[in-house]
């Protein structure tokens, strides 16, 4: 497990923590990010079935005080 290989790893109790809070960051971004494109994906099949059409996707950042979080978003207009 990577936090066993941390333990192992750290030379202090406080290194540790310093180090597993940086995994879960990591960690927690790609996971928001992996949300924001499922949303993204449920959009545009609303909207497709809508009659939107969908035109190309683009890598988006924003900033949390977690940390960046890159995801793509889709980007679609309206026919009529």
């Known amino acids: 497990s990577i936090i066993a ?3 192992k790893d750290t030379k202090s109790l406080i ?7 940086i995994l ?6 790609l996971w ?6 499922k949303l993204d994906q449920t959009i545009r099949l609303k ?4 009659g939107w059409q969908y035109c190309r996707s ?3 950042s924003v900033q949390f005080l977690f940390g960046s979080v890159n995801f793509k978003r889709s980007f ?5």
């Open 32 to 37: 928001v990010g992996d949300v924001f494109e």
């Open 5 to 7: 290989g941390l333990l």
């Open 58 to 60: 683009d890598y988006r």
């Open 15 to 21: 290194e540790f923590e310093e180090q597993v809070k």
């Open 76 to 80: 679609m207009h309206d026919k009529r």
């Open 24 to 29: 879960m960051q990591k960690v927690f971004t």
């Open 47 to 50: 909207k497709q079935a809508e």
